[in-house]
Nanobody, 126 residues
């Protein structure tokens, strides 16, 4: 059973930065693309960022492009989401997920990801 665990959330002010981390178990971590999603209470979970297994290919939602950066350290089985210039509308629970191995190319669909963490709350408020 694969375990995925996010950390790093918190309460910050508009304009601040925050870095989320996600650790996934398993010895073949580098084979899997990973993604970050977020969910505002009462709304559907939405795609935020994607990174390929090698870390070479990344893809972002338009709402975070230029402000957020996804990266990974395969030696540590960890994916990061660096969030800069945070806005109140970024407030959400952020989830990390492992993409299904049989899926190819950058994907934004929740159904393409098979293992999810429990989420970490990010609140941006003055």
């Amino acid at each position: 059973q694969v375990q995925v665990e996010e950390s790093g959330g918190g309460l910050v002010q508009p304009g601040d930065s925050l870095r989320l981390s996600c650790v996934a178990s398993g010895s073949t971590f580098s084979r899997y693309s990973m993604g970050w999603f977020r969910q505002i209470t009462g709304k559907e979970r939405e795609f935020v960022a994607y990174i390929s297994g090698s870390g070479i290919v990344t893809y972002y939602a338009d709402s975070v492009k230029g402000r957020f950066t996804i990266s990974r350290d395969n030696a540590r089985n960890t994916v990061y989401l660096q969030m800069n210039s945070l806005k109140p509308e970024d407030t959400a629970v952020y989830y990390c997920a492992r993409r299904r191995l049989e899926i190819t190319g950058p994907t934004m669909e929740r159904g393409d990801y098979d293992y999810w963490g429990q989420g970490t709350q990010v609140t941006v408020s003055s």
